[in-house]
């Protein structure tokens, strides 16, 4: 599992003669410093580096330490530095549709989930379908519905969208709830 460690920063250590060796550099959380020493070479080659890909600091047993967007990260997993991009660049993301959705909330505004589907993207898929359920044939209340749904990784495309009825979407959706 992935874990922010917010109270942990990177700080530059008064210079004593060890420390000319070993580097000034060290990450400290409240009054404890842990015993990694950087040079500042080294950590100015990391900062160009964080912000576009995570950086490995450093190993304790089984965790690894991440820093990446100016945060530091703690691994149990044994993630690599792709893997921990996506997890942070995805937490972030969720997190900003969060506050997107309460700021809309407090304004008094609805906000869907996604949004709609592209005019061109809807003709096409009547083209090929045409204007009834892929499934029963019925002409009424009809409506677009993911193949594979989005929350599956179900792209919205052509593709994968099909008019099914109301009836049918959620007999669709209700299955795909108990195979889930």
């Known amino acids: 599992m992935l874990r922010e460690d917010k109270k942990l920063e990177l700080v530059r250590l008064y ?3 060890p420390r000319m060796f070993t580097g000034r550099w060290a990450l400290q959380c409240g009054r404890n410093i842990y015993p990694y020493r950087w040079k500042d070479a080294q950590v100015a080659a990391w900062r160009d580096q964080q912000p576009r890909q995570p950086v490995l600091l450093g190993r304790e047993g089984r965790r690894s330490l991440w820093w990446f967007l100016d945060r530091f990260y703690w691994d149990d997993d044994g993630h690599s530095s792709d893997d921990v991009r996506a997890l942070v660049l995805q937490r972030l993301r969720r997190e900003d549709r969060r506050l997107q959705s309460a700021r809309s909330l407090m ?3 609805h906000t869907s ?3 709609p589907l592209p005019p061109q993207m809807k003709r096409a898929v009547i083209e090929r379908d045409g204007l009834r359920c892929v499934q029963c044939g019925s002409t009424d209340d009809l409506q677009f519905d993911h193949v ?4 599956l990784g179900g792209a919205t495309s052509v593709e994968n969208l099909q008019v099914l009825c109301a009836d049918c979407n959620r007999a669709k959706s209700d299955s795909l709830e108990l195979i889930s």
């Open 15 to 17: 210079l004593t003669l």
């Open 107 to 109: 304004n008094g505004e």
């Open 148 to 151: 594979l749904p989005v929350a």
């Open 113 to 115: 989930g996604r949004p």
